[in-house]
C-alpha cells in the first residue's frame, strides 16, 4: 500500500543549530504536504505546507523543500531553540480536502540549551 | 475560533467491552476526521466525512468500529466490541473543504483497553 517513509525518528541538536528532517512517499498522485508539530498530551498542529506545483516554501525559520521527481520533501528548521522540541509528522495526502492523508512515523527532536 | 472539542480525554475500559467517543469541529468545517495514533507512531487516517457523508472509510475495522456524523457537525466514534490493540489516542480534525487545506486537531481521547 501506499506509504510515507520519515528519517530520522530521533533528533538531538544544540540550541542555535538547525534540524533536518526527511520524508519519501510512494503515492505519485499525492499533491499536498503538510508538516505538523506534536507536543505532549496535545494534536498536531500545522506548521507549514507545500503544494505540489511549489519546490519549496519557507515562513521565518522554518523552510520545507519539495522534489516530486524523486519523491522526496524535507522541513528544515533553522536556528532552533528548546520550544522547538516536539514531535514533528510529515504527511502526503491526494485529491481535495485532505483525501487520503498518510502520516509518517515522527522525529522526535530534542533541542537542548 | 474556538477549536476541535473532544471528548472524554482519557477512557480506561476492559477488552470486549464498548467506548464511544464524540467530536464537535470547528464551525463551519464540512470536512471532519478519524485518526488513531498508537504510541509512538504517526496518526491512521480511520475515517473522513464530507459534511454527513462518508469519503473514506477503507482503513476503518469494520467488524468492531462505527462512526457516524449526523446532521454533519457533530461525530461519534464507536469501537465494539475492544480489544487490547485498540489501545491508542484517538484525535478528531477537521478543515474547510477544498484541495490542500490545513486539517485542525483536537487534543484526542487516549483509551487503554486492559
Known amino acids: 500500500g501506499e506509504n510515507v517513509e520519515q528519517h530520522p525518528s530521533t533528533l538531538s541538536v544544540q540550541e542555535g543549530d538547525s534540524a533536518v528532517i526527511k520524508c519519501t512517499y510512494s503515492?505519485?498522485?499525492?499533491?499536498?504536504f503538510p508538516w505538523y508539530k506534536q507536543e505532549l498530551g496535545k494534536g498536531p498542529q500545522l506548521i507549514i505546507d507545500?503544494?505540489?506545483?511549489?519546490g519549496e516554501k519557507k515562513d521565518q525559520r522554518i523552510a520545507v523543500t519539495l522534489n516530486k521527481t524523486a519523491k522526496h520533501f524535507s522541513l528544515h528548521i533553522t536556528e532552533t531553540q528548546p520550544e522547538d522540541s516536539a514531535v514533528y509528522f510529515c504527511a502526503a495526502s491526494q485529491g481535495t480536502g485532505g483525501f487520503k492523508t498518510i502520516f509518517g512515523a515522527g522525529t522526535r527532536l530534542f533541542v537542548k540549551a | 475560533e474556538a477549536g476541535v472539542a473532544q471528548s472524554p480525554r482519557y477512557k480506561i475500559i476492559e477488552k470486549r467491552q464498548s467506548v464511544a467517543f464524540w467530536c464537535n469541529p470547528i464551525?463551519?468545517?464540512?470536512?471532519l476526521y478519524w485518526y488513531q495514533q498508537i504510541l509512538g507512531q504517526g496518526p491512521k487516517l480511520l475515517i473522513q466525512f464530507q459534511n454527513n457523508g462518508v469519503v473514506d472509510d477503507s482503513q476503518l475495522p469494520k467488524d468492531r468500529f462505527s462512526a457516524e456524523r449526523l446532521k454533519g457537525v457533530d461525530s461519534t466514534l464507536k469501537i465494539q466490541p475492544a480489544k487490547l490493540e485498540d489501545s491508542a489516542v484517538y484525535l478528531c480534525?477537521?478543515?474547510?473543504?477544498?484541495?490542500?487545506?490545513?486539517?485542525?486537531f483536537g487534543q484526542g481521547t487516549r483509551l487503554t483497553v486492559v
Open positions: 480534525a477537521s478543515s474547510r473543504p477544498g484541495a490542500g487545506t490545513e486539517a485542525f
Open positions: 464551525s463551519g468545517h464540512a470536512t
Open positions: 507545500i503544494r505540489s506545483n511549489v
Open positions: 503515492d505519485s498522485a499525492s499533491n499536498y
